[in-house]
């Protein structure tokens, strides 16, 4: 077969992008050039202070996504609540989420301080009245 | 370039398995044959009765484990607290976090119903006190 390395990462990177989750691409074409698999997934709740409105819900999505031009970040997706079913223990009263995967924590770090992310707070944080982050160390399956 | 749409999918599952995120390949290879991007992350938090037991954490751990074996999910990742900045809105008091994607809320349903997953609460239910669920649906950026 005559495919180059090139060719074959070329390829990794579109087949995620077509195929695999939103935001994969990044992740998978090593975009900080690692190249490594990010292990910490950084998960944040937003609850607005007018929480019926739509132009400010949008605000809030249009803002999260002006995070992706953060070098760091391997992958993010942004969210609302899913029509799941109705349990005590499901937690649908937020508004809009982001979720995003790192390397490491010492990335996270260098995302939370970074301009991009600061001009974003600045901007974004009249939307919000309540914020929970959940920040996860992935672990592999036991041997 | 001799290669053919078959080397070239088998590249993709290949590249998201050594490169992307843990489990992707599943997502990327289309493991339910639907081949569709999943656009519903289930992420679950539990607090532990034994909070600072690890045979019990490493116990629920294992039995979290025991989910990859359910069809519908697309993704699955178990993970612990990780040691980010200690700030006033990132809630670390968790002790096992587990973080799936489903096609969508109708594959989330066939999960929650599973035997497996059945099993794997009857089995696993005496070491937590406490859970949350945040079930979002991942919204693709604006056009």
């Known amino acids: 077969m005559e495919t180059s390395r090139r060719d074959i990462a070329t390829m990794m990177a579109l087949g995620a992008a077509g195929m695999a989750m939103p935001g994969t691409a990044d992740?998978?074409?090593?975009?900080?050039?690692?190249?490594?698999?990010?292990?910490?997934?950084?998960?944040?709740?937003?609850?607005?202070?007018?929480?019926?409105?739509?132009?400010?819900?949008?605000?809030?999505?249009?803002?999260?996504?002006?995070?992706?031009?953060?070098?760091?970040i391997r992958n993010?997706?942004?969210?609302?609540?899913?029509?799941?079913?109705?349990?005590?223990?499901?937690?649908?009263?937020?508004?809009?989420?982001?979720?995003?995967?790192?390397?490491?924590?010492?990335d996270q770090k260098i995302y939370q301080d970074h301009p991009i992310h600061q001009a974003f707070v600045a901007k974004c944080?009249?939307?919000w009245k309540r914020v929970v982050v959940y920040d996860m160390l992935v672990t592999p399956p036991a041997a």
């Open 27 to 72: 992740a998978a074409a090593g975009k900080d050039g690692k190249g490594g698999q990010p292990t910490l997934v950084h998960h944040v709740f937003f609850w607005l202070n007018n929480a019926g409105s739509q132009a400010d819900r949008d605000a809030l999505i249009a803002g999260l996504w002006t995070l992706k031009a953060i070098p760091v």
């Open 76 to 106: 993010l997706q942004v969210g609302v609540p899913a029509p799941t079913e109705q349990r005590d223990v499901v937690d649908a009263s937020y508004d809009v989420s982001e979720l995003m995967y790192f390397d490491n924590a010492a």
């Open 125 to 127: 944080q009249h939307l």
